[in-house]
């Protein structure tokens, strides 16, 4: 499986934006770049996905850069709900879509 | 309504035992996943199973066996408990159907602590 590389934590202010980035140097043609987070003693929730053009959606926006190696998160406004591990996952096609690779992630705190 | 739910939510137990644990999902989703989270919080797969057909299996030891009785049910069941099989087990669903979203549903995991 291709890796990821996420800086170990991040810290923001309430109602600032917030850039994850993520590393994804040996993603292949044919890998989706994912993000799901993980508010303490929950079980991961998605966020987003793309392949190769800039997504957006309620939660966040994803920005993939034009060679696919890096992509970064963005939360437009951040909340104190937002505080969470933030993981970025390559994920391939076929019958192994669903297998999620998780690394450390980021944990993000969110200050008021 | 819970989408995902999995009983019991915490499961305290001795070497040796037996265990299960239950899941179930209303999303009339067709597949069903069992993840492990350690102590290091990393998260593995550990199993899927399509329409009640094992597809993925992770090398997990053969004390862990999953079950799927139907298409929204995938249990979790452990023999000779170990020491290192402490953990949160969460379940999870996606609808293959719809495969390009990748979109996974867990439930809220099931901390097992084996003494």
Redesign the interface.
């Known amino acids: 499986d291709a890796k990821t590389t996420q800086p170990n934590s991040m810290e923001s202010n309430e109602e600032e934006p917030v850039h994850l980035p993520c590393n994804h140097s040996t993603i292949s043609g044919t890998d ?1 770049i ?1 993000w ?1 987070r993980q508010l303490p ?6 966020v987003i ?1 793309g392949l190769t053009s800039n997504v957006n959606n309620r939660m966040a926006s994803l920005a993939i850069a034009e060679d696919r190696k890096s992509s970064t998160l963005i939360l437009h406004r951040a909340t104190l709900r937002d505080a969470a ?1 933030y ?1 970025c996952i390559l ?1 391939g ?1 076929g ?10 992630g980021t944990i993000l705190t969110v200050h008021p | 309504d819970t989408a995902v739910s999995q009983t019991p939510k915490y499961l305290v137990t001795q070497m040796g035992n037996d265990k299960s644990i239950k899941c179930e999902q209303n999303l009339g989703h067709d597949t069903m996943y069992w993840y492990k989270q350690d102590s290091k919080k990393f998260l593995k797969i550990m199993f899927s199973y399509n329409n009640k057909e094992l597809i993925i299996n992770e090398t997990v030891p053969n004390r862990f066996s999953p079950k799927s009785p139907d298409k929204a049910h995938l249990n979790l069941h452990i023999n000779s408990l170990e020491l290192g099989d402490s953990a949160v087990y969460f379940c999870a669903s996606s609808p293959l159907g719809l495969a390009s979203t990748g979109e996974l549903f867990f439930g809220e995991g099931s901390r097992l602590t084996v003494l």
């Open positions: 989706y994912h799901y003693s929950q079980g991961p929730e998605y996905h591990v993981y994920r096609g019958t192994s879509y669903g297998k999620l690779t998780f690394g450390q």
